[in-house]
């Protein structure tokens, strides 16, 4: 069996490229690769694209805006991009109203459905989510059982980083609770899938098949959180 | 002259959660929706869903009680129900697009007669905050708005026309403001229940469109 196991988060980030494309996770602060995004953060890659529901928070800790603040991000695909309340000033909202970087605003539902059509192989669907808004400006419409539909396309990524509750040496993940969100369809629909683990990673047959939550042949680099990582 | 007093946010949500019937899958928004989720009436069954896929969750959990893995869509700790299950994000939307929830709950900044509403986009504001509320509004069976009536500056946010980009066209049922309860019918907003000490005439002054009076007009129901 090939080993998928990385010693340091910095170890499982090196090789990152600019430019690439990063999926990141998570959902009100649950389920973010916070220690791999802390390593990427270290390792310095730029122009880089990210896709996550949202584009950072006002909070300290770090996530996806951390490289934002950092520069390392050209554009974020995202279901936010504008906080919910204005006192909240986050600092892509700085620097997106001063054109230092791009985004896509997509519905958070779209944008679960484009990853998991980037995994699945499909090129894309039809939604009646965004139909009379200006979201769907310009997008293909088509009436489908009497209703008005968008067409929407897959959201592939290069590399998807990942937090997970336990995990095999297969790469067979399970989250735990509301952990999971954009975790699973994020490990399937990027190229290489990194995850940062928070129980012991254990052997190969030791998690129960029937409890897996994603299959081990998308996951391809495990990184054990260690007890002075990143654990909120 | 003392300002009139206006109804409580807590109340605005109770008369909405009056509204869920025994069994109903029910998705609260962000902020003020949330509230619809303390009141209580033990004679039903209600089932929350959060876009961040967790179906039948519990109250908020107290001090010391939290669990770091489950929090509700506002990203509040909750606690578990027996029954709840946690499924990912894209099974969460196929829920909501799939037609599984009974009503959502969601604040607005503006609500139009013909049931379109607009809560994700301010135009002197770059960007806008979508997350689940285009799915949602599109999904649900039922859309349900709990907002105040007016402006901070008094304009009307009940409309011939939204004046900011919309979440969806028509898909408004029921409107609850501090100043009483609507529905949205076919030929504009019904005023069902006034807020006590208002009249249908002053809530008229304070709306843009124009009122319908139900015939079976009564006081704000505070309680079933």
Redesign the interface.
């Known amino acids: 069996m090939k080993n998928k196991i990385f010693k340091t988060m910095d170890d499982a980030v090196a090789d990152i490229p600019d430019g690439v494309t990063i999926l990141s996770p998570g959902?009100?602060?649950?389920?973010v690769p916070r220690n791999l995004l802390a390593a990427l953060n270290r390792q310095g890659a730029k122009g880089l694209t990210g896709v996550s529901?949202n584009a950072g928070t006002v909070d300290e800790n770090i996530d996806i805006g951390t490289l934002v603040e950092a520069g390392q991000m050209k554009k974020m695909i995202c279901?936010?991009?504008?906080?919910?309340h204005?006192s909240q000033v986050t600092p892509f909202?700085r620097m997106?109203?001063d054109d230092e970087i791009e985004?896509e605003?997509?519905?958070?539902?779209?944008l679960?459905?484009r990853?998991?059509s980037a995994a699945a192989g499909i090129g894309g669907f039809y939604?009646?989510?965004?139909?009379?808004?200006?979201?769907a400006e310009g997008k293909e419409h088509r009436e489908i059982n009497g209703r008005m539909h968008v067409l929407e396309y897959p959201l592939p990524g290069d590399y998807a980083l990942v937090r997970c509750?336990k995990a095999d040496t297969a790469g067979n993940l399970v989250?735990?609770?509301?952990?999971?969100?954009?975790?699973?369809?994020m490990a399937m629909a990027a190229k290489v899938t990194i995850v940062e683990v928070e129980e012991e990673i254990v052997e190969a047959g030791e998690l129960d098949p029937d409890l897996i939550?994603v299959a081990g042949i998308y996951v391809d680099r495990l990184v054990k959180i260690p007890a002075d990582g990143i654990w909120? | 002259m003392a300002e009139k007093v206006k109804l409580e946010r807590q109340a605005m949500c109770d008369r909405l959660a009056m509204e869920f019937q025994d069994g109903w899958i029910v998705n609260l928004g962000?902020?003020m929706p949330t509230l619809c989720s303390n009141y209580s009436d033990s004679s039903r069954e209600i089932i929350n869903h959060?876009?961040?896929?967790?179906i039948g969750y519990g109250p908020l959990a107290k001090e010391g009680e939290e669990?770091?893995?489950?929090?509700?869509?506002?990203?509040q700790k909750v606690t578990?129900l027996p029954g709840m299950a946690?499924?990912?994000?894209?099974d969460?939307?196929m829920m909501?697009?799939g037609g599984m929830i009974d009503v959502t709950v969601m604040g607005a900044y503006e609500v139009a007669e013909n049931g379109d509403f607009a809560n994700w986009?301010i135009p002197s504001?770059?960007?806008?905050?979508?997350?689940?509320?285009?799915?949602l509004a599109?999904?649900a069976k039922r859309v349900f708005i709990a907002m105040e009536h007016t402006t901070r500056d008094g304009g009307p946010k009940l409309l011939n026309k939204c004046t900011l980009?919309?979440?969806?066209?028509?898909v408004v049922k029921m409107l609850v403001t501090d100043l009483g309860l609507f529905e949205i019918t076919p030929e504009g907003f019904m005023l069902v229940e006034h807020a006590p000490g208002w009249s249908p005439a002053e809530i008229q002054e304070l709306t843009e469109a124009k009122l319908i009076i139900s015939d079976g007009l009564t006081e704000f129901r505070f309680r079933a």
């Not at chain 2, 504001?125 to 799915?135: C, L, N, P, T, V």
């Not at chain 2, 980009?165 to 028509?170: D, E, N, R």
């Open positions: 959902f009100s602060g649950v389920g529901n279901a936010f991009t504008a906080s919910t204005p909202t997106y109203n985004a605003l997509v519905p958070q539902g779209t679960a459905e990853l998991r939604t009646p989510t965004s139909v009379g808004t200006e979201l509750w989250f735990r609770l509301t952990q999971r969100n954009f975790n699973p369809l939550h909120i | 962000v902020g959060a876009e961040n896929g967790v669990d770091r893995h489950l929090v509700n869509a506002g990203g578990p946690c499924v990912h994000h894209a969460s939307f909501i697009r986009r504001r770059k960007g806008g905050g979508i997350g689940g509320a285009m799915d599109a999904g980009p919309i979440t969806a066209p028509g």
